[in-house]
Nanobody, 122 residues
Framework: QVQLRESGGGLVQAGGSLRLSCVAS????????MGWYRQAPGKQRELVAS???????TYAESVKGRFTISRDNTKSTLYLHMNSLKPEDTAVYYC????????????????WGQGTQVTVSS
């Protein structure tokens, strides 16, 4: 069964950095576009960064220039390098496949994992 597991979150001061990791099991990530999403309290989940199978990347305006998405296909791992963190970056961060069709392979949870909490203090 396909599973995605996020890690690397934590508490950091504004201006600090974190690197999030997402390990995929049960499916090769190299053939799929993947993304990092986040959900802050009381807000909808939003896509903050994505990477295609050809390693083309896109970013939400709010994180452009501060976050970098990358992948290591040999480790089936997706990364999100976050620099110059701001209090408004505080959220639970999730990784997932971009394609809704691909997500159906995960069953009822559509590949959503537990996420990893990022808290940025001012």
């Amino acid at each position: 069964q396909v599973q995605l597991r996020e890690s690397g979150g934590g508490l950091v001061q504004a201006g600090g950095s974190l690197r999030l990791s997402c390990v995929a099991s049960g499916r090769i990530i190299s053939l799929n576009s993947m993304g990092w999403y986040r959900q802050a309290p009381g807000k909808q989940r939003e896509l903050v960064a994505s990477i295609t199978s050809m390693d083309a990347t896109t970013y939400a305006e709010s994180v452009k220039g501060r976050f970098t998405i990358s992948r290591d296909n040999t480790k089936s791992t997706l990364y999100l390098h976050m620099n110059s963190l701001k209090p408004e970056d505080t959220a639970v961060y999730y990784c997932n496949y971009i394609s809704l069709t691909v997500r159906t392979g995960c069953g009822d949870n559509a590949c959503w994992g537990q996420g990893t909490q990022v808290t940025v203090s001012s």
